[in-house]
């Protein structure tokens, strides 16, 4: 069951009655959430994610990544699906990362020492940050 209030469908009622909220003499305000949910859901979508593998890289090599550096990582995605690159390499520090743009997705890390005489293949981007 879910009621409306003010437009907006709740699927409980509210302390008091769904009538005091309605009324606009009750001094009660019912905060508008629509916009900052909105900001909260592209900000989820835009974020990069970590396919198992990279995340199961990631533990066996004790790949950290700090805030600022996710940062990072999510401009450099950004900068790459601006140029329509669809997999690219992210070096990061010493760190580089095989993301697929369009699903803003690592498939994979690989540390310093994993990379030496590592050939990547499948990209058609390299962006170094």
């Known amino acids: 069951m879910s009621i409306e209030v003010n437009g907006v469908k709740v699927p409980f ?12 003499s009750s001094g009660i305000k019912i905060p508008d ?4 949910f909105d900001e909260i859901l592209k900000g989820e979508i835009e974020r ?11 533990g066996e090599r004790d790949v950290k990544l700090s805030d600022e550096e996710m940062k990072l990582l999510n401009d450099a995605v950004v900068r790459a699906e601006q ?14 990362f095989i ?5 803003k997705t690592v498939i994979t890390v690989v ?3 994993s990379m030496r005489e590592h050939v990547f293949t499948n990209i058609d981007g390299a962006v170094i940050i």
Do not use: C, W
């Open 13 to 24: 009622v509210p302390a008091g009655g769904v009538e005091t909220l309605r009324k606009e």
């Open 83 to 96: 140029k329509n690159a669809k997999d690219v390499l992210i070096l990061l520090r010493d760190i580089a």
């Open 48 to 58: 990069v994610k970590f396919s198992n593998h990279a995340l199961k890289r990631m």
């Open 111 to 113: 540390d310093g020492e």
């Open 33 to 36: 959430f629509g916009s900052r």
């Open 99 to 103: 993301v697929n743009v369009k699903n």
